[in-house]
């Protein structure tokens, strides 16, 4: 059975940093591309940013670049979040996703 | 980039009666290397994760009721539930995956009349 388990949210003041994990079990990780995708309370679902196979590639939606950063490790088979300088509009449900794979989500507040 | 636009934004249907969500993408999605529409479509519900329904613009995920079904080509695409179950209420994402910077659409709320 595949597992996408997210961990480390939670609230944040503004300007804060917060690192996400996702522990992947039931499929070969370092075989697919990986994904963060998020849904802010009342929105719609955004994709957040996503990574290559070996990591060599990474994409960010325009309103996190520069503050995020995609990694994996594919020894561990995890797939991690790095977000710095937190802004309240970066309140969301965060998900690991490999399609059709999803994890539960997990909630990150920024506020003070 | 690629914009997905739905619409409607919401709709409401009687039960078993038909409900249809349009997407539309900024550019084409379709593949000429593999004549392949790189779209899919998502079920969202409260406190879930998404659930994909529909890949390849019309192929059905494993376990997905065949009263749903997808269609469309190039840019504009279409969700139908042939006949409403209440089960069906959720918001609908179309998303493209043929760029390496995927998009949602804006999601479409499925109420029952």
């Known amino acids: 059975e595949v597992q996408l388990v997210e961990s480390g949210g939670g609230l944040v003041q503004p300007g804060g940093s917060l690192r996400l994990s996702c522990a992947v079990s039931?499929?070969?990780?370092?075989?697919?591309?990986m994904s963060w995708v998020r849904q802010a309370p009342g929105k719609g679902l955004e994709w957040v940013a996503n990574?290559?196979?070996?990591?060599?590639?990474?994409y960010y939606v325009d309103s996190v670049k520069g503050r995020f950063s995609i990694s994996r490790d594919n020894a561990k088979n995890f797939l991690y979040l790095q977000m710095n300088s937190l802004r309240a509009e970066d309140t969301a449900v965060y998900y690991c996703?490999?399609?059709?794979?999803w994890g539960q989500g997990t909630l990150v507040t920024v506020s003070s | 980039d690629i914009v997905m636009t739905q619409s409607p934004d919401s709709l409401a249907v009687s039960l078993g009666e038909r409900a249809t969500i349009n997407c539309k993408s900024s550019?084409?999605?379709?593949?000429?290397?593999?004549?392949?529409?790189?779209l899919a479509w998502y079920q969202k519900k409260p406190g879930q994760p998404p659930k994909l329904l529909i890949y390849?613009?019309?192929t059905r995920e494993s376990g997905v009721p065949d009263r749903f079904s997808g269609s469309g080509s190039g840019t504009d695409f279409t969700l139908t539930i042939s006949s409403l179950q209440a089960e069906d209420v959720a918001v609908y994402y179309c998303?493209?995956?043929?760029?390496?910077?995927?998009?949602f659409g804006q999601g479409t709320k499925v109420e029952i009349k």
């Open positions: 990574i290559k196979q070996d990591g060599s590639e990474k």
């Open positions: 998303q493209q995956y043929y760029s390496t910077l995927p998009a």
């Open positions: 550019q084409s999605v379709l593949s000429s290397s593999n004549n392949k529409n790189y």
């Open positions: 390849w613009a019309s």
């Open positions: 039931g499929l070969t990780f370092s075989n697919y591309w």
């Open positions: 996703a490999k399609t059709p794979w």
